[in-house]
């Protein structure tokens, strides 16, 4: 069962945290009604909580940076209540109220692409210049390497086959991911959607999983495409790997 909030949850239950996280307060309140509870909390979530609670444990007001409505936000607001605020554009951030500009802090919400965050981090440090935030390495690169993937996959293909439905946001971003490295894009739900005509004189065909999509979609488009003649599978991930800049001889 899905829930909104504790009190749906029978007692007696087992609670399972989702990969968004959630406030303390939730996990209080579970541990006195008794319940067993499984945390699933993403480890990156789980880190932003961490890096929350210690700017603000240190006297910073701490600024969340990414979309309101984000399911992960509310659990890193919750993590200190009263030293959090957010934004999520740089026009934003001039409405961003601070008790000391020289104790001011910023993470950013797992799960949205960090190359969107840019122009807001940058806002609030001309705005804060004593502006402090976490290392490059702890933030969450998964949004990101996931859009550069679907550009791979796209630069490589003659078709590209996004696998969901074509009304969900999902889906629709990754079709323009791939129309923009000008790939013949279609999105589809179902294997029997294939058109016989998109695959004239197509050599390499790229598929990209939207949200929405079933889980056993994919098997049965390469299935499928493999009853057309002999085919060959390859996997590409793009990851983004942080390395330590080290002063070279001489460099201090």
């Known amino acids: 069962m899905f829930v909104p909030s504790l009190a749906e949850v029978p007692d007696g239950s087992t609670l399972m945290i989702p990969a968004h996280g959630v406030p303390p307060a939730v996990l209080d309140e579970a541990a006195q009604r ?38 992960v936000a509310a659990g890193i607001a919750g993590q200190s209540p009263d030293h959090t605020v957010m934004t999520e554009s740089p026009g934003g951030v001039g409405a961003v109220s601070v008790a000391d500009p020289r104790r001011v802090s910023y993470v950013l919400q797992p799960g949205i692409p960090v190359e969107e965050t840019v122009p807001v981090s940058a806002a609030l440090r001309s705005r804060f210049p004593a502006l402090r935030g976490p290392d490059p390495d702890r933030f969450c690169y998964a949004a990101s390497d996931r859009r550069e993937t679907v550009r791979a996959v796209a630069a490589a293909s003659d078709l590209v086959l996004v696998l969901g439905t074509e009304d969900e946001p999902d889906s629709r971003l990754l079709a323009g991911l791939a129309r923009d490295g000008r790939a013949k894009t279609h999105v589809i739900d179902d294997a029997g959607q294939i058109e016989p005509s998109w695959l004239a004189g197509v050599g ?41 800049v080290h002063p070279g001889p001489g460099i201090s």
């Open 34 to 71: 008794g319940l067993r509870t499984v945390d699933a909390t993403c480890p990156l979530v789980a880190a932003v909580h961490a890096e929350t609670r210690t700017f603000a444990e240190r006297g910073d007001q701490v600024v969340i940076i990414g979309p309101r409505g984000n399911a």
């Open 204 to 244: 390499t065909i790229g598929l990209a999983e939207a949200v929405s999509s079933r889980p056993a979609l994919a098997g049965q488009v390469t299935s499928a495409l493999s009853g057309l003649g002999p085919l060959s599978v390859t996997r590409r991930r793009v990851s983004t790997e942080i390395l330590g």
